[in-house]
């Protein structure tokens, strides 16, 4: 059986993880050259190392403990995906807060959880007083298209911290 709830601190553990199955195959991804977007192979396994979990356990954490907003499916009691958004609003006019995290284990995907659980973060935005997502996201094709299927366009503006962070992700945004 599949249920919803905000997470809070003391329950984000590597513990909570142990059913999370974060793998994903890319074979090609979206690359912006010369001012154009265009498909490129680029084939990888994206997984978590241990440091990996440790660092994603201690961002649930801050952006919870900053008034931020941490929304989990759970099948059975075990945790199927998450999505995260921090408190901040930024971006002058355009108002962004920040998806800062959307991810599905791999044996729940494209069952309506994600779509479930970025629905959960607009709303919880929106009432924020934002205007809009912002969306920082993997290039991957798979990736990409689910965040089209949402509404999600090109950001007007760049987090450049993003930017320098992950200089292959994609920047996006979503109107609330």
């Known amino acids: 059986m599949l249920k919803y709830r905000t997470l809070c601190a003391e329950e984000i553990c590597r513990e909570l993880f142990k059913d999370f199955i974060r793998h994903q195959m890319v074979t090609k991804c979206w690359r912006k050259e010369n001012g154009k977007w265009i498909i490129k192979d680029a084939p990888f396994i994206d997984d ?4 990996d979990y440790q660092i994603l356990i201690f961002g649930l954490k801050n952006t919870i ?4 907003f941490v929304y989990a499916a759970f099948y059975d009691g075990k ?5 995260s958004v921090e408190p901040e609003i930024f971006g002058g006019e355009q108002r962004y807060c920040d998806l800062s995290g959307i991810h599905v284990s791999e044996d729940m995907r494209n069952k309506g959880i994600g779509k479930t659980l970025f629905l959960a973060a607009k709303e919880w935005a929106k009432q924020k007083g ?6 920082s996201a993997h290039s991957a094709v ?7 299927s949402m509404g999600c366009v090109e950001a007007e503006v760049y987090n450049q911290k993003h930017v320098e962070d992950e200089p292959y ?3 996006l ?4």
Not at 130 to 135: F, M, Q, W
Not at 142 to 148: I, V
């Open 130 to 135: 934002a205007k809009k997502l912002y969306i």
């Open 65 to 68: 403990i900053s008034n931020g």
């Open 173 to 176: 945004e979503c109107s609330l």
């Open 79 to 83: 945790l199927k995906g998450f999505v």
């Open 142 to 148: 798979e990736s990409q298209a689910f965040y089209k």
């Open 169 to 171: 992700d994609c920047q």
């Open 48 to 51: 978590w190392t241990e440091k």
